[in-house]
């Protein structure tokens, strides 16, 4: 008798990660990287534009949570428009190169010992849980234009 066994997202998720990261290509995304990617007028759109090319034919594994794309679209529909982010949402969501995390209750409680220590830094919160997810899940590169993540002891992508 053959048994289907039945995945959950989160299960899916958790194991698109580890595959990549058995193959050392997970890249952790920050709100910048996808902010500059999408404007043309973002000072780090050419270098984004670069990146994320070198990330497709590379195949990389990218992963963020919904933190940061909360951060993205609700920018995008405060400085272009609603239907421009919920296309972008769309787009990330249908994405087989992204996935999409959702840090739990404890991870953001752990997040405000990151949200202490770099306060003099003014990190935001949405970092903070970033850093947390990103050494939760051993994840050591960020594609991110804000040199918090290299504060926090994470390299820096591009």
Known sequence: ????????????KARAVKRAKAMGAVLF??????????????????????AWKR?????EQCVTTNFILNEVFTYFSRHVNYVFAA????NIYASRQFVVFRPQEEDEIAALEFFEKFAD????FTDCVSFV????????????????FALAGFTMYP
Do not use: C
């Open 1 to 12: 008798m053959h048994r289907t066994t039945i995945m959950l997202p989160a299960e899916l």
């Open 29 to 50: 995304i920050d709100t910048g990287a996808i902010i500059a990617h999408h404007l043309k007028r973002d000072q780090h759109h050419r270098l984004a534009v670069l």
């Open 55 to 59: 990330i497709v034919r590379t195949r």
């Open 87 to 90: 296309e972008r949402a769309r």
């Open 121 to 124: 830094q003014q990190v935001s």
């Open 133 to 148: 997810f990103m050494r939760k899940n051993k994840i050591r590169r960020a594609f991110a234009f804000d040199h918090h």
